[in-house]
């Protein structure tokens, strides 16, 4: 590892002045004598909510859904990007919901609380002799979090979180709770299991599992074009498959995964915490120079070696995300989503040189939940970020017209200007979502005003 840095510091000491800017981020404080600030993970969104609480039982929480007169939102972890959370009114945490209550050995399903991180649920579902189908590359999320937005991992043959609930329980609007699954209180259950928690507030989530199994984690560098070539075959080989591309640098790597028997294991592996800092000084130093740029990093990840691990799938599906970032992501139909990759890439190489953080491409499979943006369609997520503390919104404003033209459909937790009007004609059963949404919370009481544009709710 330290022979490639090494590498790459010599390529660019050759290339480039040995001034480099100052890329320390930002710091915010909070003002004096005001109600607290909440911020999500990338301090993009901000709130001051009057209230926020933390019930430890179902029945508290009823009690302060109907006592409250304020704007509810749940919030977990902080890591949408979309403004679902902020709100004047009253934040409510489920972190007391935050445990394994009940196991299902024959079915192989497990009842969790809502508000359990992903990183909580593993080792316990383990114990148990069960594990997740699949998992995001995030798990700081919350359980609830995770199945409200559609958040997924990636697979071909594997659909995202919220394909995999059961059952489920929530508290509406009035107080009330509801319990609902595929063959109880149907219509509710197929809204809720992607419901922007607009229909309530989740309690607990039964997930359909398996038996607990390892995965053979392994990542290669690439020519983007070689990967781009091949990105089909192998996203239909290996369970797992997804690959990231390097902006101005024409490479990427691949990353898959697949169930193995083999005996724990591990070789070297780039840190992606360090790579991305290392990509940014890269830009900074020869961002002048695309072609210079593209030289100096295409030649020093072809030094890169292939990494392999063996280990639970749970330990193995994560990520951690230490350089925070802005996120668009939008899910394409399967068939659209490299022509459109090209284009994107076409675009952010032509108009936007400070870009530096990898695109990332994931596979998923069509589920039928209401507002999944999956819904009847196998789908290519591709994700575009920008390091938070610089500017992302004309990024984001010339990439999203792309993957809107090629039939995507955004992830809800992630930043996009998605219109009552656009959703509308993109989801099939949106007036039925609708439906049930009323008839759950008929006062709008867990609206925000990104909700409410959303819906078309209280707005001329």
């Not at 394994?100 to 990183?119: C, F, H, K, N, Y």
């Not at 984690?217 to 591309?245: C, G, S």
Request: aromatic residues 8%; charged residues 25%; neutral net charge.
């Amino acid at each position: 590892m330290s022979s490639r840095r090494d590498f790459l510091q010599m390529l660019l000491a050759a290339s480039a002045t040995p001034w480099l800017p100052d890329v320390s981020a930002a710091t915010t404080t909070n003002t004096d004598g005001e109600p607290m600030a909440w911020y999500n993970w990338s301090g993009a969104l901000k709130a001051k909510p009057r209230h926020r609480a933390a019930p430890k039982t179902i029945e508290a929480l009823q009690a302060l859904v109907r006592d409250s007169r304020d704007t509810i939102r749940p919030v977990g972890s902080g890591h949408s990007f979309a403004p679902l959370v902020p709100t004047d009114g009253t934040l409510v945490s489920l972190s007391h919901f935050n445990r394994l209550q009940s196991v299902d050995e024959p079915q192989m399903r497990a009842t969790i609380g809502a508000g359990t991180r992903l990183e909580q649920i593993g080792q316990p579902l383990a114990d148990a002799g069960q594990a997740l189908v699949n998992m995001p590359d995030i798990d700081e999320q919350s359980l609830a979090g995770t199945i409200a937005t559609a958040t997924h991992g990636t697979g071909a043959g594997l659909p995202c979180l919220s394909d995999q609930v059961t059952a489920l329980t929530l508290v509406d609007g009035r107080g009330e709770v509801h319990r609902c699954s595929a063959d109880h209180n149907r219509d509710l259950f197929d809204a809720a299991r992607v419901g922007l928690g607009a229909l309530g507030l989740v309690t607990s989530v039964t997930l359909q599992n398996r038996r607990p199994y390892r995965l053979r984690r392994v990542t290669e560098w690439h020519p983007i074009e070689a990967i781009l070539d091949q990105a089909e075959q192998m996203a239909d080989r290996h369970r797992n498959f997804e690959f990231f591309y390097i902006p101005f640098s024409g490479m990427g790597f691949m990353d898959w995964q697949d169930i193995t028997e083999e005996p724990l294991s591990s070789t070297e592996s780039l840190d992606q915490n360090e790579g991305a800092r290392t990509l940014r000084t890269v830009r900074d130093m020869l961002g002048w120079s695309p072609r210079l740029r593209e030289l100096a990093l295409g030649t020093y990840m072809k030094t890169i070696d292939r990494s392999e691990r063996v280990a639970p799938a749970w330990r193995n599906y994560a990520s951690s995300r230490q350089v925070r970032f802005n996120e668009m992501e939008y899910h394409l139909p399967r068939e659209a989503g490299l022509p459109a990759l090209r284009a994107v890439r076409r675009k952010v190489e032509k108009d936007f040189p400070d870009v530096f953080f990898p695109f990332e491409v994931r596979y998923v499979k069509g589920d039928n939940a209401w507002l999944s943006p999956f819904y009847r369609q196998d789908s290519m997520s591709i994700a575009v970020h920008r390091v938070h503390d610089e500017p992302h919104d004309a990024l984001f404003r010339a990439v999203e017209p792309i993957l809107r033209q090629h039939g995507g459909r955004p992830h809800w937790g992630k930043m996009h200007s998605l219109t009552a009007a656009e959703a509308r004609a993109l989801y099939p059963r949106w007036e039925d979502f609708q439906a049930v949404r009323r008839t759950m919370d008929p006062e709008g009481r867990f609206l925000n005003e990104h909700l409410r544009r959303l819906f078309a709710e209280g707005t001329s």
